[in-house]
């Protein structure tokens, strides 16, 4: 993080990967502080609005969908779990593997803490009018794209 009072050198405020960083270290910071005053976390918000849009799903289904780790689902969903957000029931068709469904009152937390992310997106975008908003994101979502799309 650059002191505040030093000036940024041109080359850097005109170079993209710098600008991006430097911008998602801060919203980094604000959405972990509007989701830990409920005391949740992204990893609890991105499974919780990946089941209220996609259904009931495997835990290997939440983690492409959700983009998280499989490593890190099983210890997230074990949280949402003991907070009564999700629940687990054997699969039908293999019961090795479980399914898991968002409860209401997981749905009463999204909506809660769908309300606290967009206080932080407000904050974070605050210098921008709502067109300008709606092109970052647009610009943002197609260099995403671009680079999560498989080469060959």
């Given amino acids: 993080m650059e002191h505040p009072s ?28 509007a989701l830990g005053a409920h005391h949740a976390r992204g990893y609890h918000y991105r499974l919780l609005t990946t089941l209220a849009e996609t259904g009931p799903a495997s835990q290997a289904d ?17 949280d949402l779990a ?7 029931q054997p699969d039908p068709t293999d019961r090795r593997r479980n399914i898991v469904h968002i409860t209401p009152a997981g749905r009463r937390e999204l909506t809660t803490l769908q309300h606290a992310l967009d206080t932080a997106q407000d904050t974070l975008l605050a210098p921008l009018d709502p ?5 970052l994101v647009r610009l ?6 671009h680079h999560h799309e498989p080469k060959g």
């Fill in 6 to 33: 030093a000036p940024t050198p041109s080359r850097l405020r005109t170079t993209p990967s710098w600008l991006l960083t430097q911008t998602a270290a801060h919203a980094a910071r604000l959405v972990t502080t």
């Fill in 62 to 78: 939440l983690g492409r969908h959700s983009g998280i780790d499989r490593s890190d689902i099983v210890a997230t969903l074990n």
């Fill in 140 to 145: 943002l979502d197609l260099l995403l794209t």
């Fill in 82 to 88: 003991d907070r009564h957000l999700v629940r687990r």
């Fill in 131 to 135: 067109t300008d908003r709606r092109e």
